[in-house]
């Protein structure tokens, strides 16, 4: 049987170049098309919402749908730790990643301390 190619070093370069073609002209593309852009014109103002409604739905689909391990953790411990993000999230000047780290060491220290 043949090597799998991703396992070797160079299957690993190809991968990454592969990825820098497919992504990198896009990225300097849109960085020259929204240079002139004011970041409270009207598309950045619809990139936020939708990105904000995506976030949105992918954290509620984990909250009441979630797979994997998560699966384990009870639906009260889940949102607990969900609206602890959001109180932490506010009180801390709206820091996004401390409304994260936050609730998720709530969402572990609970599931451990129900076990």
Not at 63 to 91: K, N, Q
Request: proline share 3%; net charge neutral.
């Amino acid at each position: 049987m043949g090597q799998d190619i991703l396992g070797t070093p160079t299957g690993l370069l190809i991968v990454l170049l592969i990825a820098l073609i497919a992504h990198e002209p896009f990225r300097w593309v849109s960085i020259y098309i929204g240079r002139g852009l004011s970041a409270d014109s009207e598309v950045f103002v619809w990139v936020r919402v939708v990105a904000t409604a995506l976030v949105a739905g992918l954290v509620t689909r984990l909250i009441l749908f979630p797979a994997g391990d998560l699966e384990a953790v009870p639906l009260s411990v889940r949102v607990v730790s969900f609206l602890a993000g959001i109180g932490i999230f506010m009180f801390s000047g709206k820091n996004l990643g401390a409304g994260v780290v936050g609730g998720a060491a709530l969402l572990l220290g609970l599931h451990y301390i129900i076990q």
